[in-house]
């Protein structure tokens, strides 16, 4: 069977999806994923968040990799795979998105904002480390052009900084406790486009294995947990999955 019709299969199946994102779903909208060949992490060193908040000079470097455009993590519309994601949560068949990306885009494409789990934040707003106030890119942009300063919250005077979890940066707690109360509610997990190196994110899917549900792994290289899986489909992703949405989307109406 295609790779479409037996993703498709186990959706129309499935009572309760999780789904669960990496770098890949984006790399079709034109983002760079991580650790690849060319990736972000073979351009550039990333910048710790001890260095950031320990060193004025690091913190000046973010941001200007932030309004340089650097890392690429913004600006790009979504793809197919997105879409097709967005479908499912309207459906009703997805109950969530836990996702690794940080570009905004599973909002961008539709799917409601309580029902996208980022457990690496987003890259599309800053936050104050301190107080937690939010700032859109756009309010800090000019000031630091201007200035090469990077940005103090206007409320308490905390650095602020980009709302990604950076490499050393706590996991957000909330996020991770609701990512794991989904998994264990769900009956499908659908893995798409995911290294499955980075803990304790690529804990998710064993404990969805082993707490009953199917384990539904597409991506276009191996992973280490395919093992572990159901079907494991090297596919391209937004067209792989849209047409599979299709399939179920319309067997189920």
């Known amino acids: 069977m295609a790779p479409a019709g037996q993703l498709a299969a186990f959706l129309s199946e499935a009572r309760r999806i999780v789904v669960f994102t990496g770098a890949g779903v984006s790399t079709e909208s034109g983002i760079p994923d991580f650790r690849s060949p060319g ?3 073979s351009r550039m060193k990333p910048i710790t968040f001890q260095e950031f908040t320990r060193h004025r000079d690091k913190r000046r ?19 197919r795979g997105h879409l097709a994601i967005a479908r499912l949560i309207h459906a009703g068949k997805a109950s969530v ?3 690794q990306n940080v570009d905004n885009l599973h909002q961008a494409s539709g799917c409601p904002y309580d029902q996208v789990i980022e457990l690496h934040g987003n890259a599309s707003y800053a936050t104050c480390l301190n107080c937690g106030m939010h700032y859109e890119l756009g309010e800090l942009r000019d000031a630091f052009l201007a200035t090469s300063e990077p940005p103090a919250c206007r409320r308490c005077g905390g650095w602020v900084k980009t709302a990604t979890v950076s490499f050393g940066q706590a996991m957000p707690e909330a996020e991770m406790a609701r990512a794991e109360t989904e998994t264990h509610a769900c009956d499908l997990f659908l893995a798409l486009g995911s290294s499955l190196q980075v ?4 804990t998710f899917p064993i404990l969805a294995k082993r707490n009953g549900a ?6 276009r290289k191996r992973t280490e947990l395919d093992n572990y899986a159901d079907p494991v489909l090297n596919a391209e992703i937004g067209s792989t999955l ?12």
């Open 39 to 41: 990736g972000v992490w």
């Open 61 to 79: 470097e973010a941001w200007t990799r932030v309004f340089s455009g650097a890392t690429g993590w913004t600006g790009r519309e979504p793809n």
């Open 97 to 99: 998105v836990i996702a």
């Open 199 to 202: 803990y304790p994110a690529a």
């Open 214 to 219: 199917r384990l539904a792994i597409v991506k």
């Open 242 to 253: 849209s047409e599979a949405v299709d399939r179920c989307l319309g067997s189920a109406s």
